[in-house]
Nanobody
């Protein structure tokens, strides 16, 4: 069984960089054909896929966020990380990490973490 747990600051100031980590328990994040995504949910826009990192280390991003987003991984800790720069209050959301069996597939979810952008 896989378990995903998001962690990071709950409050970020405008213009700063939001950094969240997903710790994976169970399979290695380098296991073939697993894809690890970040998704956020806001009241106004619903669920938004932000990007993903594949088992191979390749990444793909939603064009909406690509200029501000970076997803990386630490295989020694079985973690992957989201960084979103130049945040504004519109980036306030519940952020989820997720594992899928393909790009844009979302099979297992973390519980989510609320991030508020405010001064």
């Amino acid at each position: 069984q896989v378990q995903l747990q998001e962690s990071g600051p709950g409050l970020v100031k405008p213009s700063q960089t939001l950094s969240l980590t997903c710790t994976v328990t169970g399979p290695s994040i380098t296991t073939d054909y697993f894809y690890w995504s970040w998704i956020r949910q806001t009241p106004g826009k619903g669920l938004e896929w932000m990007g993903a990192i594949a088992y191979s280390g390749n990444t793909d991003y939603n064009p909406t966020f690509e200029s501000r987003t970076s997803i990386s991984r630490d295989t020694s800790k079985n973690q992957f990380t989201l960084q979103l720069s130049s945040v504004t209050p519109e980036d306030s959301a519940v952020y989820y990490c997720n594992r899928g069996s393909g790009w844009y597939m979302f099979d297992y979810w973390g519980q989510g973490t609320l991030v508020t952008v405010s001064s």
